[in-house]
């Protein structure tokens, strides 16, 4: 997100095209992708791509430049048409391209929409420049063509004045003839329906009198430097009266065809409506600032909207209110796009029934829409709106006999406005409606600094994570696992540990399920499953059978590996570590989160005579027809159903620990618990049949040298 720092400056974007020139090439190569089917121009396409590059820098110089310079985007404009990019459809996909893509693309701060904006419309303004400039050039060929046409068809050449006619009646550019005397001599039909007029009434009309009279005197004042031989032609943009008065915004192109013997013969006017380019301009900037599918306003004028609410002369409060739809690429996938479209020009106008004429409504993603309130009322009302909105999405929608209805996840953003900065706020809104979501959906989230800066916290964990295992912060510990019957040691257990350098020794516990977000998840089980296997295979080595087992988690993550098999084969084989003393612990959730290729891949390491062992069991729902396809070889008790056996414990927990346990002796497979505290607890564990136990009472995780001296010490 782009800052602003204590002096009120900006910062510079993060990519350059200096440090980065890949990044401009590789936004050239997207660009010319999408508009390469629409250029007339004869060029190549690596030639294209090339051009592209250097309005790409061009582009850039112009949104970064301060104070802005309008110049440049019209520059860019009017070069766009000097080298042919003459299709409105390639000037519509490449202002859509930039307005989308560029802020993202270059990592530029988002709070320079408004600039992108403003170098957008200069490029739409010089695009029409550079139009219309292009088409008066044409229009001098063809006035000199019909000047030419006339002069022939005065010398009676038949054929040249049929071509003649043709252009002149078939142009779309307004063309007339004018005598000296201000008589209409000739005109197409494009004037008579440029000007509102029948063909008769308009012969009868004065060519003067067609001029708005605002402008009738300095006309007059360009008719007598054409007369004179001052200028050859001109053109400039002028007024008009149509024959109900209305006026029309004109650029008129006048010159005067003079007789052999130099003697002026008539005038030649081309007319072109400058009301028309002027809403192509204003259409291709309104499309620029909104969303075609909904008509809602687009993130871009969103984020032009938090702005100038965040400003000095914005509100005193505002709201946000962020409606993320749930589950929308279920409706995608099960009835198709254009069905999802009906859905969200339906939510579309569910929010303006709610909030129009309370807040400005924005699309922002695909399946997000923004609300911003001013001034509200309180927090209270803001809420009760979206309350409302969220009891409209839920009415269906009907599509041939299916009844289709959604729910969203809202972000509720309520604060003083001045003085904060607009990315911050969408922020603020996006990780609210992110609460949402994780809560459970179809609701409501109100934004909790407290709890933002907590996430934050976790995120920088998270974010540090990949830097910590390259700087070697992370090492693996191992928790003694003792036999019940003589208290020696059998297994230890691999614990991964983060020494962070501020939050000193971080357990398990702490980072791992911060993993799933990152990605890290199989990077550091893959980095644990390797230092383990060496220190178990040096232990094998030195002390043979006597070596304990490795027992160790294996994540759902890791499990969808498909070639897991292979992976944990050649491992062992590289370590020396037979396959007997590696042991797994599957969490109970893990077997509902595998296919069945994946529980056959369990299998296999089962048949190579790796133990698969069922960890963490505390009295939860398991899947026992997936637990039938694993060939488990042992169960780990945890939590409640341990400490349930201890002096004073809950006479429900006891019962169910009692119960679950003696009932899984008669699966015949050796049972184990973890989180063992006390004497009393181990004690009552070994008599309802618990073979192997860990946990505080038997000593904290440790080092793997640690570990080979009470090898040593104890022999094995």
Not at 161 to 187: C, H, P, Q, W, Y
């Amino acid at each position: 997100m782009a800052m602003v720092d204590q002096h009120g400056t900006t910062p510079e974007p993060r990519t350059t095209l200096d440090e980065f020139p890949l990044v401009r090439e590789d936004f050239a190569h997207r660009w010319t992708a999408l508009i390469s089917s629409t250029v007339l121009a004869n060029i190549t396409r690596p030639e294209l791509e090339q051009l592209l590059a250097v309005f790409t820098t061009q582009v850039l110089q112009a949104v970064s430049a301060d104070p802005h310079d309008p110049e440049l985007g019209r520059r860019l404009g009017r070069s766009m048409v000097e080298h042919d990019f003459i299709s409105s459809e390639t000037l519509e996909r490449t202002i859509a391209f930039l307005g989308e893509s560029l802020i993202p693309h270059f990592h530029l701060p988002p709070t320079w929409s408004g600039r992108l904006v403003r170098v957008l419309g200069g490029l739409a303004a010089g695009y029409s420049d550079g139009l219309r400039d292009r088409t008066l050039d044409e229009q001098e060929l063809s006035k000199t063509a019909a000047v030419i046409a006339t002069r022939r068809a005065e010398a009676a050449h038949y054929d040249s004045e049929t071509k003649f006619r043709a252009i002149f009646n078939s142009s779309a550019i307004s063309m007339a003839v004018l005598g000296l005397a201000d008589e209409m001599l000739d005109f197409n039909e494009a004037l008579l329906g440029l000007l509102h007029y029948e063909r008769c009434d308009l012969r009868a009309v004065k060519a003067r009198d067609l001029l708005h009279p605002g402008d009738r005197e300095s006309i007059q004042n360009v008719i007598d430097q054409l007369a004179s031989g001052a200028v050859e032609h001109h053109r400039s943009e002028r007024r008009m009266l149509r024959s109900d008065g209305e006026v029309v915004e004109t650029l008129l192109a006048l010159s005067l065809v003079r007789k052999p013997t130099g003697e002026p013969a008539y005038y030649v006017a081309m007319i072109e409506n400058m009301n028309e380019l002027r809403a192509l301009q204003t259409q291709l900037v309104r499309q620029s600032l909104n969303d075609v599918q909904t008509g809602l306003a687009n993130r871009q004028q969103y984020l032009g909207w938090l702005e100038n609410a965040a400003g000095t002369q914005g509100p005193a409060s505002l709201a946000l209110a962020h409606f993320d739809i749930d589950g929308f690429r279920v409706i995608n996938d099960a009835f198709g796009h254009d069905v999802g479209n009906r859905i969200l020009v339906d939510v579309a106008n569910h929010l303006r029934a709610v909030f129009d004429g309370v807040g400005q409504i924005a699309r922002i993603g695909p399946d997000e829409f923004g609300v911003l309130v001013k001034d509200p009322k309180d927090t209270p009302a803001v809420i009760a709106l979206v309350d409302e909105a969220l009891e409209l999405l839920t009415e269906p929608v009907y599509v041939d006999e299916h009844g289709i209805g959604v729910t969203a996840s809202v972000g509720v953003v309520a604060r003083q406005s001045r003085g904060v900065d607009a990315s911050e706020l969408l922020r603020c809104a996006e990780i609210t409606v992110g609460w949402a979501k994780a809560d459970g959906k179809a609701q409501w989230a109100l934004y909790d600094r407290d709890r933002d800066l907590r996430d934050r916290e976790l995120c920088v964990l998270a974010a540090s994570i990949p830097g910590g295992l390259e700087l070697g912060e992370f090492r693996v510990d191992y928790e003694p696992v003792v036999s019940l019957a003589d208290g020696g040691l059998v297994a230890v257990e691999a614990k991964l540990r983060w020494d962070h350098p501020e939050r000193g020794l971080l357990d398990p516990e702490q980072f791992l399920p911060l993993t799933s977000s990152t990605g890290m998840v199989l990077r550091l089980s893959r980095w644990a499953l390797e230092r383990a296997c060496e220190d178990a295979g040096r232990w094998f080595a030195a002390f043979g059978d006597r070596a304990p087992v490795l027992s160790m988690d294996l994540t759902a993550r890791h499990c969808q590996e498909p070639e897991l098999v292979t992976e944990i084969g050649h491992l062992l084989q590289r370590t020396g570590l037979p396959a007997k003393l590696l042991q797994f612990e599957l969490h109970e959730a893990l077997p509902a989160l595998i296919t069945d290729d994946q529980a056959d891949e369990l299998d296999i390491l089962a048949g190579r005579g790796v133990r698969l062992i069922l960890d963490r069991l505390a009295g939860g729902n398991i899947s026992s027809e997936r637990i039938r396809q694993i060939p488990l070889g042992g169960l780990k008790f945890a939590g409640c159903l341990v400490h349930g056996l201890d002096d004073g414990a809950n006479l429900i927990d006891e019962s169910a620990a009692t119960a679950l346990m003696k009932w899984s002796g008669i699966l015949r497979m050796p049972l184990m618990a973890e989180g063992v505290r006390s004497e009393t607890e181990a004690k009552r564990l070994a008599e309802l049949g618990i073979r192997w136990a860990q946990g505080p009472h038997f000593g904290e995780a440790v080092s793997a040298d640690e570990i080979h001296t009470r090898l040593e010490a104890t022999g094995g």
